[in-house]
């Protein structure tokens, strides 16, 4: 009998072990591990590249910093927050389209960690996923402190984040998240926090400004060598999609305008700072191989006609603008209306 129970064991063991077998073989893992994950050389003695990109998971460690015990001690330090009701609810607007992208941040800083094939890059996305946490939650809180309602994400700004979110192209994945978005955000928080709108605010964003540098490193080190594999007919697909999420986040911040000014805070100055920073990344990248066009939109702030072309979109304060300025507004608020987002 127990020669009968053994054997009744070891079907057993064989059995479950042919059947996680057959899941394993026919599972998205199956070709696991990737052998091209080894070494021809010793990591230490790997590129400068290489060594920047790890530096910045080194870097992640090093300033990693407690969203909520941060966010309390300001509650504490300034009473809570202690603007008018219509201050909040202006306030509310840009910091809930900033809340909801970073959750938007998260899942793709999650999903380039599973996906990018160079362990240094994979290293950089997962630090990123901790950042990005950190940001929603601790923005998520700042949102409730407010007390009034959460706003609607601007329908621009959500047709952009879903484009993104949706693709499963990862090339647009690192321009829209990493360049885009996340440029467009280092601004944003800077311009917030230099404008000393609010003081638990201006407390929190140096913190989530300074984790976002590092966000755009990865995209600026990690791009080129994905970009140079590519050919020119997919490098000019990559730009088309690219060009049209950079466009809808650029539109939100022309209606988020309104916002900004009820809380004292200058929005040409804004997209200013905006355009300087994703001019400079896109100087970073350069253009695509034997053209002299750019990944995504920019206007660099030197040019001379940089502040015409400001006032067409965004008059200085008391300024109708001509009528081309009205009727791209004009377009602008239709398009919110009636693009489905």
């Known amino acids: 009998m127990p020669h009968i129970a053994s054997a009744r064991a070891v079907g057993h063991v064989v059995k479950r072990a042919v059947s996680n077998s057959l899941h394993a073989r026919l599972g998205r893992f199956r070709a696991w591990p990737n052998e091209a994950l080894l070494l021809d050389e010793p990591l230490a003695l790997a590129e400068e590249r290489t060594d920047r990109l790890r530096r910045i998971y080194a870097n992640a460690l090093r300033d990693a910093w407690d969203g909520p015990t941060i966010f309390r001690e300001a509650m504490a330090k300034h009473g809570g927050i202690q603007l ?12 809930t389209m900033l809340m909801w992208g970073e959750l938007a941040a998260w899942i793709v800083a999650a999903e380039l960690a599973e996906r990018l094939e160079e362990p240094d890059a994979r290293l950089a996305a997962s630090a990123q996923v901790f950042d990005e946490a950190r940001h929603f939650y601790t923005l998520r809180d700042y949102v409730a402190a407010l007390h009034v309602p959460a706003p609607k994400l601007d329908p621009y700004f959500a047709i952009g984040a879903r484009r993104l979110l949706a693709t499963r192209d990862l ?7 990493q ?14 926090a230099d404008a000393e709108i609010e003081p638990v605010l201006t407390e929190i964003l140096p913190y989530i400004e300074k984790d976002e540098a590092r966000h755009v490193g990865l995209g600026v080190l990690y791009l080129p060598q994905r970009l140079e594999k590519l050919p020119v007919k997919e490098l000019l697909r ?8 950079g466009d809808l986040f650029g539109a939100t911040q022309i209606r988020y305008a309104r916002h900004y000014a009820v809380l004292g805070a200058d ?3 804004l997209i200013r700072n905006a355009d300087k920073m994703l001019h400079e990344l896109s100087e970073k990248i350069g253009p695509i191989p034997g053209t002299d066009l750019r990944f995504f939109p920019t206007n660099p702030t030197q040019s001379a006609h940089y502040e015409a072309n400001l006032d067409l ?8 603008g001509g009528w081309l300025g009205r009727a791209l507004r004009w377009t ?7 693009l489905p987002a």
């Open 84 to 95: 008018s009701r219509e201050k909040r609810e202006a306030l509310a607007h840009p910091i």
């Open 171 to 177: 090339t647009v994945k690192l321009f829209a998240m």
């Open 179 to 192: 360049l885009l978005a996340e440029g467009t955000a280092m601004a944003i928080f800077r311009f917030l």
């Open 238 to 245: 990559i730009r088309d999609v690219t060009y049209g999420i």
């Open 267 to 269: 929005p040409r100055e």
């Open 313 to 320: 979109v965004l008059p200085r304060p008391g300024a109708a």
């Open 332 to 338: 602008i608020e239709l398009g919110a209306r009636v």
